[in-house]
């Protein structure tokens, strides 16, 4: 009796960790649908961003014989110091969502070395920083809270300071790492260089037919303006993406931890019913055997 009272038990446990595991899906498919919505708004406002910078570069680029000179565009071949910004959640139970950001960060690090280029990391997330500090590698910027809560304005701040030390000649290139949003049952590693500006990112046409009028004196002043905005909202997208795939991620593993506890309890329940039958059949033989050794 003592083996059916430890597979009750079990069962009781594993109902109870199916229990949460199911609530957490359903709080996390909650903040899933908030954040995808609060995504689907930024993107329209990044791509009226992405579209104004562009028509900008492009009166630039016509003003100029040499083409674009501003120092956001100015890309170096051969870089001598890299920073690399990567986005981690500051919670776990969300599958391998932290793990496939922090290989990508891990094989751009080697990569670099590997061109004896200097990498200065700047982690934003919990699960990142444990990560690398507990394999000793230096981080040179650190945040926790704002993966998991993003706001703008902390946000800027933060990758302002970054943007700033490449503007300095500190850095030659930023590169912004983070898992994001596809779709409900999908995430992706999106690696993404911030600075410079790669001419990929923009239309950059020899004609323009934009109506927009730029002074010659306030182009360069108002280029600069909006690739610090493009930066600062490249960041905050990027968290926002980063929260949403978090989401989904956890709501995926949640769903399958409690499948499994409900295989688990299929299973322990069999297992309960045979060691059940076998104590029935145990105690009826001893009766028998009883009855017979009377006779």
Do not use: W
């Amino acid at each position: 009796m003592a083996n059916l009272k430890e597979i009750k038990r079990k069962i009781g446990s594993v109902k109870n960790t199916a229990k949460t595991t199911n609530a957490m899906k359903l709080v996390s498919s909650a903040k899933l649908r908030r954040t995808e919505e609060l995504a689907k708004r930024s993107r329209v406002y990044a791509a009226k961003l992405t579209e104004l910078l562009n028509e900008i570069a492009q009166k630039m680029q016509q003003a100029n014989v040499d083409g674009l000179d501003n120092v956001y565009f100015k890309e170096v071949s051969k870089p001598k110091t890299v920073d690399i910004v990567f986005i981690t959640a500051d919670k776990g139970l969300c599958g391998g969502f932290n793990a496939q950001t922090i290989k990508r960060v891990s094989q751009l690090i080697s990569d670099y070395k590997a061109q004896d280029v200097k990498v200065r990391l700047r982690a934003v997330g919990r699960k990142g920083v444990d990560y690398f500090k507990f394999n000793d590698i230096e981080l040179n910027n650190e945040v926790i809270g704002l993966s998991a809560a993003p706001d703008y304005a902390q946000a800027a701040e933060f990758i302002n300071e970054i943007a700033d030390s490449y503007v300095n000649g500190e850095t030659d290139r930023i590169i912004l790492v983070h898992n994001g949003y596809v779709n409900m049952i999908t995430q992706e590693i999106k690696q993404d260089q911030l600075l410079p500006i790669h001419p990929s990112k923009l239309e950059l046409k020899e004609t323009s037919t934009s109506e927009m009028e730029v002074e010659p004196d306030d182009d360069d002043t108002l280029l600069d303006a909006l690739v610090k905005r493009y930066v600062e909202y490249t960041m905050y997208y990027s968290l926002i993406d980063s929260l949403a795939a978090e989401h989904s991620a956890r709501m995926q593993a949640m769903d399958a931890a409690t499948n499994n506890a409900k295989e688990m309890v299929k299973s322990l329940t069999v297992q309960y019913n045979k060691a059940r039958q076998e104590a029935i059949t145990t105690e009826l033989i001893e009766i028998i055997s009883g009855m017979e050794s009377m006779k």
